[in-house]
């Protein structure tokens, strides 16, 4: 069984374009986050979630929306597509927050492309 | 402000050679460090981590990190390079006793093992 999930794996789409990326988790965790990484692979924050509610917003535009609907799921929705985010987001998920030093665990990306 | 410095955006070794990955990390509270590798078109998964206790810390596949708080750094080694070790290696801080949510990612050394 697949711990975190994530659909599509590939995404190509055309700019100005409106797309959702899917995440699910079947660890019980109570945390989910949404990361972005480039093409240098550099990984940065994105989302996280806590208990269906919004923990972190990293300066991300308004384009971008999360929605959880309950802990195990974690979308992001992206409006009016930009060539600048291409990249690989990645949905990742801890089992309480974070705190004392707790592992997450990462869903297998999704490639976007925006053409 | 916690922050993570890995050296060397690429490391190149033969396959039986020493491993060596370097990460100097920022933090004004102990922090927890993390190591996670990412294969290719793969999500991240741990490799290990410092929380507390023994500052050399052992993890899968022959890896093995130490906690040095005087130098601020947190380095990987492996003994002997295996083929299956080329992937991209990303040094991470958890605040700690500031509360969770937040990980911090260094931007990634990749691996080359020489045949």
């Known amino acids: 069984d697949t711990a975190v999930s994530q659909t599509p794996k590939y995404l190509v789409t055309q700019m100005g374009n409106d797309k959702s990326i899917k995440c699910e988790q079947n660890?019980?965790?109570?945390?989910m986050y949404w990361y972005k990484q480039d093409s240098k692979k550099f990984l940065k924050i994105m989302f996280s979630y806590n208990n269906k509610e919004l923990i972190i917003n990293e300066t991300v535009p308004n384009r971008f929306s999360p929605k959880s609907p309950d802990k195990a799921h974690l979308n992001l929705h992206i409006n009016s597509l930009e060539l600048g985010d291409s990249a690989v987001y990645f949905c990742?998920?801890?089992?309480?927050?974070?705190?004392?030093?707790?592992?997450?665990?990462f869903g297998p990306g999704t490639r976007l492309l925006v053409l | 402000a916690q922050s993570v410095t890995q050296l060397g955006s690429h490391v190149s070794v033969s396959e039986g050679a020493l491993v060596l990955l370097r990460c100097n990390y920022s933090?004004?509270?102990?922090?927890?460090l993390f190591w996670y590798v990412q294969y290719p078109n793969q999500g991240l998964q741990l490799l290990l981590k410092?929380?507390?206790?023994?500052?050399l810390v052992k993890g899968i596949n022959g890896f093995e990190a130490e906690f040095k708080k005087s130098e601020t750094s947190f380095h990987l080694t492996k003994p002997s390079a295996h083929m299956s070790d080329a992937a991209e290696y990303f040094c991470?801080?958890?605040?700690?006793?500031?509360?969770?949510?937040?990980?911090?990612f260094g931007a990634g050394t990749r691996l080359f093992v020489k045949a």
């Open positions: 410092y929380t507390t206790g023994a500052t």
């Open positions: 660890l019980g965790h109570d945390t």
């Open positions: 933090s004004s509270v102990p922090p927890y």
């Open positions: 991470a801080v958890s605040p700690g006793n500031t509360g969770g949510f937040k990980t911090i």
């Open positions: 990742a998920s801890s089992p309480t927050g974070g705190a004392w030093g707790e592992t997450q665990y």
